[in-house]
C-alpha cells in the first residue's frame, strides 16, 4: 500500500481510522508528519511560542493515537484538527495569562472558509521555511537574519564579521534561489484558489 498517496486521501475520521487499521502506526506517523507543520502555525498564532505550539500539536495526535474511537464520528479531519490545536492554544493562554472568557470562543467561529483559508496560508508558509533551510549555509543565516530577524544590513555585517557587500550577494542568492524554488513550485502545484496567497510570496521574496 503506497501510505503517502493514501494520505492524500483522507477527509473524514473514518477514512484516518481506515488506514491506522490497514497501515497500522506507519499510516498515522505518515500523517502525523504531513500536518505537523502547518498545525504549528495556526498553534504559534495564539502562543506566540514555536516550542509550545509543538507541544500543543504533539498533545493532540496522542490523544487521538490513544483513544482513535473519537475518528468515527468526525465529518472534516481537518478541521477537527485546526479546531482542537485553536482551542488547545487558547486553554493555554487562559491558564497562563488568565485572559477573558470570551476568548475561549474564538475557535467555536472558525468557519470551513477560515480553515481552508488557513490551510492554503499555512502550506505556503510551510513550503517556504523548508526551501529557506534549503538554501547554502551562509545564504540561509543572512536571509534569517535579515528577513527573520529584521536585522539590517550592517548590522549583519557586523556580527558575522563580514562586508556589507558580502551581506547583499549573499541575500541576493538567496533570494533569487527562493524565487526559482518557491514560486516554481506554487505554479506547478497549486490550482488558482490555492495561489490566494501568491502576493504575499512575491512580496517576501523581493
Not at 31 to 42: A, E, N
Not at 128 to 134: Q, T
Request: charged content about 30%; some cysteine.
Amino acid at each position: 500500500m503506497n501510505i503517502k498517496k493514501s494520505i492524500g486521501s483522507i477527509d473524514t475520521g473514518q477514512d484516518l481510522l481506515s488506514l491506522i487499521e490497514n497501515g497500522s502506526s506507519d499510516a498515522f506517523t505518515e500523517f502525523y508528519s504531513d500536518s505537523f507543520k502547518k498545525l504549528i502555525l495556526v498553534s504559534q498564532k495564539y502562543v506566540n511560542d514555536v516550542y509550545v505550539a509543538e507541544e500543543i500539536v504533539q498533545n493532540i495526535f496522542l490523544k487521538i493515537w490513544e483513544d482513535k474511537s473519537v475518528l468515527v464520528n468526525i465529518k472534516s479531519v481537518r478541521s477537527y484538527l485546526y479546531r482542537s490545536v485553536a482551542n488547545a492554544s487558547i486553554n493555554h493562554l487562559n491558564k497562563a495569562r488568565n485572559i477573558e472568557k470570551h476568548h475561549a470562543k474564538i475557535a467555536e467561529h472558525l468557519t470551513e472558509e477560515d480553515i481552508e483559508l488557513l490551510d492554503e496560508q499555512n502550506q505556503l508558509i510551510a513550503l517556504l521555511y523548508e526551501e529557506i533551510e534549503l538554501l547554502p549555509e551562509k545564504c540561509r543565516q543572512v536571509f534569517k537574519m535579515s528577513r527573520l530577524d529584521g536585522l539590517k544590513y550592517r548590522d549583519i555585517a557586523s556580527q558575522l564579521s563580514i562586508s556589507d557587500k558580502t551581506v547583499e550577494n549573499h541575500m541576493g542568492n538567496a533570494l533569487k534561489i527562493l524565487r526559482q524554488r518557491v514560486i516554481s513550485k506554487v505554479t506547478k502545484e497549486s490550482d488558482s484558489s490555492g495561489r490566494k496567497y501568491y502576493s504575499l510570496l512575491i512580496l517576501f521574496l523581493y
